[in-house]
């Protein structure tokens, strides 16, 4: 069996240089998401699919705002890394 490795388009890599900031704080919003869906988990576990659906949107929107407004430092703690590993 051969498995052929596909490189990522080169747009994408583009943009992962040139947008480092916006990517770090991107995953941060994903993070920051799981970690609000985990904690909010008893309180939707009676719910009806319509407001899982709303809470889970609403859980989107908090996660992106929280991590635009500085998060938790995660976002900083990567780019910190980025450049500490681009300075060796």
Do not use: H, W
Not at 57 to 81: N, P, Q, T, W
């Amino acid at each position: 069996m051969k498995i052929d490795f596909i490189l990522p388009s080169s747009n994408y890599l583009d943009t992962v240089k040139r947008d480092k900031k916006e990517l770090a704080k991107e995953f941060e919003a994903i993070l920051l998401k799981e970690f609000l869906k985990e904690g909010l988990k008893p309180v939707l576990e009676n719910k009806s699919f319509q407001e899982r659906m709303y809470y889970d949107s609403f859980i989107d929107s908090l996660s992106r705002k929280l991590a635009e407004a500085g998060g938790v430092g995660i976002a900083k703690m990567i780019l910190k890394s980025i450049k500490d590993e681009k300075d060796r």
